[in-house]
């Protein structure tokens, strides 16, 4: 009996090894390639013609609402499944509107991922429930507006450093209508007409933008009993961040808690304050988590440093520990109870 051939498509090598060691018992399932960039994968997609290609959509060289509907025009046949950590209304209006059979939020079970492309597979159409929760549901009052994507923070960034629509596609590797869609959504979130309206919105909001790097003031010193705790969250994505920060807030509120998207984030925090705890993801953008791990300990050698992963991949696991980090869990399991006694651990 033929295997149905897979194609993966996805910028971040450890991303790739994650989902593969995922999928890979499916049955009858024949990886037959990766890629990371969009002209390998057209090349990739005419010299393979799979019958799945799992992708991501913010790969370098990758406009992906056009590039998509291109992709379904040249192979008509070929299931497409999309696996991204975005999950705002331009991409999941726009991939479903040009024809992708699913698609899929990065941060959920891996259990969900070889369910999403079974059903793929086998004719359904697939979509990750938190995302069908906001089309089914979408918010219509200002109090009820959603938080801003990373990828609508980068192009307000972009937008408060005086950029034209044209600049801003050429920085972000986005087409000029994706960054006006981007624009609109962004608009109707904060509750403005203009672009003008706009700027002076995260002016007198610095914190929509969350600027890379940017850490809270230095906290006050501890009250005697060394209960508080200094905790710093390393994720690329804002919106995953915002959640581990109220989780935490509630489990522990005494702890002054320090955000960071990148590794020249987090260090910089680290250069300010005297970090206790430290949760690092295993991707953070186009770097590794693991390096992170390794330069955040040899900066703070007491601090303690947990990886953390929607993947949780064994090597990702032993190359963590040898990094330094004294544990690696998997985001579905890092619920109020286990991170509560994570930081009561630290706190003793």
């Known amino acids: 009996m033929a295997k149905t051939t897979l194609l993966l498509a996805d910028d971040h090598a450890v991303v ?40 991501d959509v913010t790969m370098p060289q990758f406009d992906p609402i056009p590039a998509i509907g291109q992709i379904r025009a040249l192979y008509p046949h070929m ?4 696996v991204t950590a975005y999950d705002d209304d331009v991409y999941v209006q726009g991939l479903l509107g040009v024809g992708v059979h699913g698609y899929h ?14 059903r793929v597979l086998q004719g ?6 938190r995302v069908l929760s906001r089309l089914l549901h979408p918010a219509t009052e200002a109090g009820e507006r959603p938080a801003l994507t990373e990828r609508q923070r980068e192009i307000l960034r972009l937008l408060r450093q005086g950029m034209d629509n044209q600049s801003i596609a050429r920085q972000t590797s986005l087409s000029v209508k994706t960054v006006e869609n981007h624009l609109t959504r962004i ?14 919105h995260i002016m ?26 200094s905790l710093l969250l390393v994720d690329d994505n804002a919106r995953y961040r915002a959640q581990l920060r109220r989780m935490v807030g509630k489990v522990y509120p005494q702890a002054t808690i320090y955000e960071a998207e990148n590794i020249a984030g987090a260090l910089a925090v680290a250069r300010r304050v005297d970090l206790r705890l430290v949760l690092v993801d295993v991707v953070l953008g186009d770097e590794d988590g693991i390096q992170c791990t390794r330069a ?6 007491a601090a303690r440093i947990i990886l953390i992963s929607a993947y949780p991949d064994r090597e990702f696991h032993r190359r963590g520990l040898e990094a330094g980090a004294v544990a690696f869990l998997d985001k579905k399991d890092l619920d109020g ?12």
């Open 79 to 82: 299931k497409i499944l999309v």
């Open 124 to 129: 359904e159409r697939w979509v990750s429930s």
């Open 296 to 301: 955040l300990k040899a900066r703070l050698p």
């Open 337 to 348: 109870k286990t991170l509560r006694q994570v930081i009561e651990d630290v706190a003793l």
């Open 16 to 55: 790739r090894a994650g989902i593969l060691n995922a999928i890979k018992e499916l049955p009858g399932l024949e990886i037959i390639g990766e890629v990371g960039d969009g002209p390998s994968l057209f090349h990739a997609l005419a010299h393979h013609r799979p019958n799945l290609l799992l992708l």
């Open 204 to 229: 007198a909001h610095p914190d929509l933008i969350g600027e890379a790097g940017h850490a809270l003031p230095p906290p006050a010193p501890a009250r005697p009993g060394g209960d508080e705790v």
């Open 105 to 118: 939020l990065k941060d959920q079970p891996l259990a969900d991922l070889r369910l999403a492309v079974q």
């Open 187 to 200: 608009y109707r979130q904060l509750g403005v007409q203009s672009r003008l309206e706009a700027l002076n």
